[in-house]
């Protein structure tokens, strides 16, 4: 059998979901398969270095992408790829609109998208996302296959675009347990937390809306002074979450961590994990945090719910915005957890599994 040659299209690999995602990917297809090609409309990211040598990368060398098309296109023209895969809004939109001129030219290529939020929540949050919202939906159904990552996804991909659901196939997020442990033992002789008497909270994400790291703030007059949160991100929203720390008289009990390197140290050492997101696509670190035996507190939102959490096992589940509920489950779970069972819970989301699932999406097998 004839390899598969896979032309996977990214703007850039900094630190993120989809770009996690698709660097396990990459990293991980049997190359008795496939043929990897990744593209990048900027050859960029943290994430470049863990690249495997065999990737063939081509860089557009482009400012952004909607304005950068001709050159993704030319690169199709060229490659002849099999399959060819994107994982991000806006580049899955540039590419759902050329489908129609590149099967003119080539009709064997199949053409394959991963979305990776949940449609009907992500435009009520962002402005731009509602107009790129307009014209996604009448070009994603050229795809040849749709990636859920839910089952809550799925159904809400199918209601919000009018999609056929044979076209969506459920796919959950890769779990690199091996790079987390490797991480952990590089780790480990460092200290992150610092007093006998405190029970350490840990939150992780990018500081825009919808992590809600302002509705996290709004818990911790609900706690005594033990309970110190610990935020490991940055972004936007940095000066408004400064403002409501102050403005809740909570500055002594909230540190700013920025971003870490080696986020699974903390993990693994803090006393629980907070998700306080008003949605989600799939919450990989919620994955990553039970991956490092720690117990995970949330509010449930569209993309965090049973699926992932398991109640009162690797973690439990919040009314959203209920903030005496959520400082609640913090005092009853702040207790020793056995790391065991919570690692367990995150075997079937190991990167060999998911992996052999997206090649069995990528030779169409069903």
């Known amino acids: 059998m004839s390899k598969q040659t896979i032309l996977f299209v990214m703007h850039e690999l900094e630190l993120g979901g989809a770009e996690r995602v698709v660097s396990n990917l990459v990293n991980n297809l049997d190359r008795e398969k ?25 860089d557009l060398k482009a400012s ?13 023209l060229q490659l002849k790829p099999d399959v060819v895969f994107s994982s991000i809004t806006h580049v899955n939109l540039l590419i759902g609109m050329f489908i ?7 009709r064997d290529i199949r053409f394959i998208t991963r979305e990776v939020n949940i449609p009907s929540i ?17 070009v994603i159904g050229n795809f040849d296959a749709i990636v859920a990552q839910s ?14 659901m044979q076209k969506i196939k459920i796919i959950n997020n890769p779990l690199d347990t091996e790079m987390i442990i490797d991480s952990l033992e590089k780790g480990q002789d460092r200290v ?12 992780v994400g990018n500081f825009r809306i ?20 610990y935020i490991i991100g940055d972004g936007g929203e940095r000066a408004n979450i400064e403002k409501a720390i102050i403005d809740l008289g909570v500055a002594d009990r909230v540190t700013l961590l920025g971003f870490q390197n080696n986020p699974y140290i903390y993990m693994q050492q803090a006393d629980l994990f907070l998700l306080s997101s008003r949605y989600e696509g799939f919450p990989n670190v919620v994955l990553e945090a039970n991956q490092c035996g720690t117990f995970v507190v949330a509010f449930q939102v569209p993309g965090v719910d049973q699926e992932i959490i398991q109640e009162g096992i690797n973690g439990c589940l919040i009314e959203f915005k209920n903030s005496k509920a959520f400082a609640d489950a913090i005092m009853n779970h ?33």
């Open 34 to 58: 496939f043929n990897v090609h990744l593209c990048l409309f900027k050859k960029k990211g943290i994430l470049l270095k863990g690249l495997r040598e065999d990737i063939q990368l081509h």
């Open 64 to 76: 952004r992408v909607m304005s950068s098309g001709h050159k993704l296109f030319g690169l199709i």
């Open 100 to 106: 129609p001129f590149l099967r003119i030219v080539n």
């Open 122 to 138: 992500r435009a009520k949050y962002m402005k731009k996302s509602k107009t790129m919202d307009r014209l996604y939906r009448y």
């Open 151 to 164: 089952e809550y996804m799925c159904r809400d991909l199918s209601v919000s675009y009018q999609l056929d």
């Open 192 to 203: 992150c937390f610092g007093g006998t008497n405190t029970i350490n909270l840990l939150a």
């Open 210 to 229: 919808q992590k809600g790291f302002d509705l996290l703030i709004r818990v911790l007059p609900y706690l005594d002074e033990r309970f110190h949160l």
């Open 334 to 366: 702040a207790v020793s957890k056995d790391p065991k069972e919570i690692r367990e819970t995150t075997q079937k989301y190991r990167v060999e599994k998911i992996v052999k699932d997206y090649e069995r999406l990528f030779m169409f097998e069903g």
